[in-house]
């Protein structure tokens, strides 16, 4: 797909890889609207990156469909990218786990994700074509201790990638699972805080890297899943 004059909505694109997406494809020429729970935040970001700002909590079920018609108007009614990259975590071991925990992420991981999705598909089904990123993890392939809520949250999501392929691919809609390993970023960090880069773990850089050159692919072909690691973190 031509990235440029391409429409292009990312979900928590205020910080960390989404932020690092939206710069890149920007800079290839698509207008991009980008999505995150705190306003000033996202508007300072859209502002320095030259994206459109859409306040959103996409855990805030009840308003998606609202929300993505407001992600469409200023999209103007063409999309040609869904990135759904916004994403919690949180790491309790097993005996320490709250309802809590698991209605927060999993409300924005998975129940959000496939809500908004939903919305916007019927877009794509239109103009016969479209482009889904769904942002995974390695967590997404394996478990580890501490990761009952978080790599449950992303076996959802390469599930529902997996069944939305088998939908979509005869609408000519191509579903991506990108599954980064540690990317230094404000993930999981309570106080929100970006991490500085490290020379031995992945940037949000390398991640936004990997989701241009798939959707830059000829649109006869897609890579259904894309795990990415740092190549010496130790
Ligand atoms: N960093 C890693 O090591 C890593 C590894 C594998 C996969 N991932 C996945 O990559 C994705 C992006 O993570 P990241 O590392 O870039 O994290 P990040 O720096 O914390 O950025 C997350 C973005 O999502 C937004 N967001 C979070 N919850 C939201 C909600 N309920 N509604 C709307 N926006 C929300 C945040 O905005 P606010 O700050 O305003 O909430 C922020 O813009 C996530 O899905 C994560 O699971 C990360």
Do not use: W
């Given at each position: 797909m031509d990235i440029n004059n391409s429409n292009v909505l990312i979900t928590g694109g205020s910080s960390g890889i989404g932020k690092e997406?939206?710069?890149l494809f920007i800079?290839?020429?698509?207008?991009?609207?980008?999505?995150?729970?705190?306003e000033i935040k996202l508007?300072?970001?859209?502002?320095?990156?030259?994206?459109?700002?859409?306040?959103f909590d996409i855990g805030d079920l009840a308003s998606i469909p609202e929300k993505s018609k407001e992600a469409m108007?200023?999209?103007?009614?063409?999309?040609?990218?869904?990135?759904?990259?916004?994403g919690i975590g949180v790491f309790p071991i097993l005996g320490e786990i709250t309802e809590q925990n698991l209605v927060d992420v999993y409300t924005t991981n998975v129940f959000g994700l496939a809500l908004l999705t939903q919305e916007i598909v019927p877009f794509f089904k239109a103009q016969k074509?479209?482009?889904?990123?769904?942002?995974g993890s390695t967590a997404?392939?394996?478990?580890?201790?501490?990761?009952?809520?978080?790599?449950?949250?992303?076996?959802?999501?390469?599930?529902?990638?997996?069944?939305w392929q088998a939908e979509l691919r005869k609408d000519n809609i191509r579903v991506c699972l990108v599954n980064p390993s540690e990317v230094t970023t404000a993930f999981a960090d309570e106080e929100?805080?970006?991490r500085n880069e490290e020379n031995n773990k992945l940037g949000a850089e390398d991640i936004a890297q990997t989701i241009?050159?798939?959707?830059?692919?000829?649109?006869k072909g897609f890579v259904p899943e894309v795990t990415v690691w740092a190549t010496n973190p130790f």
């Open positions: 997406t939206a710069k800079a290839n020429g698509a207008k991009v609207v980008i999505t995150g729970r705190d508007n300072s970001v859209a502002a320095e990156i030259g994206a459109i700002p859409l306040q108007a200023l999209l103007e009614g063409k999309i040609d990218v869904l990135i759904n990259n916004a074509n479209g482009n889904i990123i769904n942002l997404s392939l394996k478990g580890f201790a501490r990761g009952s809520v978080y790599a449950a949250s992303k076996f959802a999501v390469r599930g529902m990638t997996q069944s929100r805080k970006e241009l050159s798939i959707v830059c692919m000829r649109d």
